[in-house]
């Protein structure tokens, strides 16, 4: 019984949880439960705290019982990135780097989480540094796609995704620099939002590429991840990029739909490498839209076939700069052996604490960087972005979201990119554009490949209109039943 619990919807749940049918503490109980029984073979999680978030649980129904008013997310148990700070809690980034580190910190998102009474269930696995798209890249070894145990579950947000579409939590909480929440939404068949730049804060968010990084949520369904999203978006004076604006009430207007709403499809997403069958079900869901009175017209992102370079450019340089900190003296992994001098225990620690692709990244934005190239790359790659923003700016003043593919292909086999690293960049080639830009973008499940296999669609929104972008996603839902899809036995 407490099982069929975690197969809920969050309308399902929320109602049972408010009229007291059911208790937080046995909601939690379900989810540690299913934890327990699946995730040995998924490897969804890094750190759980089972006692913790009982306690958090019990809290919540106290204040129920007796009638305190509650938060947004009162009792529901949210899984979190272990890229963003838990006070008291490991926070390894999926890094041996950063295998000891106990943030003495809340992130802000954490904070307004627990404003939301929500219940932290555990950290999530990633990879290492964000920095990947199919979750290999963990030090602490990978996570499985609950659909098909012997394929990737995309990433670099690959245990937020998966532990959600494992129904181990109704919520969770990843970040996006270049898809690493629609990626893994898209392939493991849930709900998952990259917000506006400076919607949320990123403020305790283990920094990758800081002008691109966003943290948004993973649902099974739009009311989840609208209420999530809602949960943890607003102004934080610790961030200077989160901006000072309203936040709008996404869980009253996400059912609402949007008349004469007008679609633009890019040409240029629909090109050479999209496989067939994930073509056929993006098409199909534009068929969907069309019959409810949208217009759907074809728009052009010219500059959409440089976004993969400009990305590694961009990417690699703020990261190679933001991973200077992990020195072994101010955070993280300090070798034991070194020579005689700093710069050697610099060295050791580093070689050490940070994995293959970690190491390729921080060369490729050294170099990107460096004197003498910094002006050939670097700067190209700026203005580069700036042609990637405006081709948005103008499809944006023909249509009012713009929709297509969220990967090239469904999940992929374990193993099968992971000697290619340019096969792996190009598996974000639909995503990236939206971070370059800036935009909002969310991925919802529209249809299944002969294999079983999950394929989403990406709906993209100009700046601060998720909540247009939620009321598009709701208006497909409604009319689907793909996002109830589960994978077998869960
Ligand atoms: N796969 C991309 C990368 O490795 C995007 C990752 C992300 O969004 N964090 O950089």
Known sequence: MTLSL?????????????????????????????????????????????????RQAEVVDRKRASGEPLGLLAGIPVAIKDAICTLGQPTTCGSRMLEKFVPPYDAGVITKLRQADAVLIGKTNMDEFAMGSSGENSAYGPTRNPWDLTRIPGGSSSGSAAAVAARMALLSLGSDTGGSIRQPAGLCGIVGLKPTYGRVSRYGLIAYASSLDQIGPFATDVAGASLLLEAISGHDPRDSTSVQQAVPQYSKTFDQPLAGLRIGVP????????????ERSVREALAVYRSLGAEIKDVHLPHSKYAIATYYLVATSEASSNLARYDGVHYGHRAEQFGNSLVE???????????????????LGVFSLSAGYADKY???????????????????????????????TPAFKM?????DPLAMYLSDIYTISANLAGLPG????CGLSSQQLPIGLQLLAPPFEEERMLRAARMFERETDWNLRRPERR
């Not at 040409?267 to 994930?278: K, M, N, Q, S, Y």
């Not at 225990?345 to 060369?363: H, L, P, Q």
């Not at 193993?415 to 000697?419: A, F, P, R, Y």
Request: proline share 2%; charged share 25%.
């Open 267 to 278: 040409i240029e997403h629909f090109a050479e490498g999209l496989d067939a069958e994930v």
């Open 442 to 445: 969310v991925s919802i499940p």
């Open 345 to 363: 225990m610099y060295e050791a620690s580093r070689a050490e604490g940070f994995g293959a692709e970690v190491k390729r990244r921080i060369m």
């Open 378 to 408: 670097y700067a190209k790659a700026l203005q580069v972005r700036r042609l990637i923003r405006q081709d948005f700016d103008t499809a944006f003043e023909q249509v009012d979201v713009i929709a297509g593919p969220v990967t090239p």
């Open 415 to 419: 193993g099968e990119k992971t000697s």
């Open 6 to 54: 975690t197969t809920l919807t969050f309308a399902e749940l929320t109602a049972r949880l408010n009229s007291q049918a059911v208790s937080s503490v046995d909601v939690t109980n379900a989810f540690l439960e299913t934890i327990r029984r699946d995730d040995t073979s998924i490897h969804a999680f890094l750190h759980l705290d089972a006692e913790e978030a009982l």
